[in-house]
């Protein structure tokens, strides 16, 4: 019982009907209360530095071309590739002023493809994150460059 010395409130009803409603509605509280704090599907999964993680579909014009970010290899097209980007959708800076994506065709027929983002700093803008890039490795990629990253 509810702090209650007799079972009778005195107005008519027994105490064990007021003691199972306000239970009913403390454990209706509770509850809403609680599903509240659960994460909901449809939050973006947390990265490093307080980022967020974002997909990329990367797809090219041959399929099993060769993926390389940051001159590490990822796979083959096509790939969904997982950015960590900062909250606003833009690309974090982990160190480097620039986000390197290069595809390399699978023959020796085409041509490798490269795709430059800005990471943003102090006082320098950063590039919005992409959903889906295409590369197209029939067309000769018109930067001229010797073992360096190609800036647009």
Known sequence: ?????????????????????????????????LGCVTDSPNKPAKGPD???????AIEASETGARIEVNDDFVGHTP????????????????GSKDFLIRVFPPGTNGFTQTKVFRTG???SEEDRIPKRLFFDLRQLDDRFSIDQKPRY
């Open 79 to 94: 790939f969904l590739l997982t950015v960590h980007g900062d909250a606003d959708g833009t690309f974090h800076n982990f």
């Open 50 to 56: 307080g980022t967020i993680a974002y997909e990329v």
């Open 121 to 123: 700093g102090w006082f």
């Open 1 to 33: 019982m509810w702090f209650a010395k007799s079972n009778h409130t005195g107005y008519g009803e027994p105490m064990e009907a007021i003691d199972a409603r306000n239970r009913f509605c403390i454990l209706n509280i509770v509850a809403a209360c």
